[in-house]
């Protein structure tokens, strides 16, 4: 089992940038694969970007096409901490940030429901 503890949400304005980190409990955490979601007022929660271990020994990144470019996720797997590095910030990013983990599986599901441990959140506000 892993806890999960997201930090570094804030209010920016348009075009800045952000960095979430999730903190996770657990000596196993280098077993986990690891995404973030985020949910807007009124919408589902929605795949952001996920990080899993790959059969070449690295670890392969996926992210939802708008994001793509901008925003980079990162793990230090020494200090059981997973990053979301978010540029080119926009209004329609706007949302709670959740960080999310589940047991290694041979591919990254975009679906929230497949994902068996969560954080708090943490809110993002990008002003326009």
């Known amino acids: 089992q892993v806890q999960l503890q997201e930090s570094g949400g804030g209010l920016v304005q348009a075009g800045g940038s952000l960095r979430l980190s999730c903190a996770a409990s657990?000596?196993?955490?280098?077993?986990?694969?690891m995404g973030w979601f985020r949910q807007a007022p009124g919408k589902e929660r929605e795949f952001v970007a996920a990080?899993?271990?790959?059969?070449?020994?690295?670890?392969?990144?996926e992210y939802v096409d708008s994001v793509k470019g901008r925003f980079t996720i990162f793990r230090d797997n020494a200090k059981n901490t997973l990053y979301l590095q978010m540029n080119s910030l926009k209004s329609e990013d706007t949302a709670v940030y959740y960080c999310?983990?589940?047991?290694?599986?041979?591919?990254?599901?975009?679906?929230?429901?497949?994902?068996?441990?969560w954080g708090q959140g943490t809110q993002v506000t990008v002003s326009s």
């Open positions: 657990g000596r196993t955490f280098s077993s986990y694969s």
């Open positions: 990080t899993r271990w790959s059969s070449d020994s690295t670890y392969y990144a």
């Open positions: 999310a983990a589940v047991h290694h599986t041979g591919v990254i599901d975009y679906a929230a429901k497949k994902w068996d441990y």
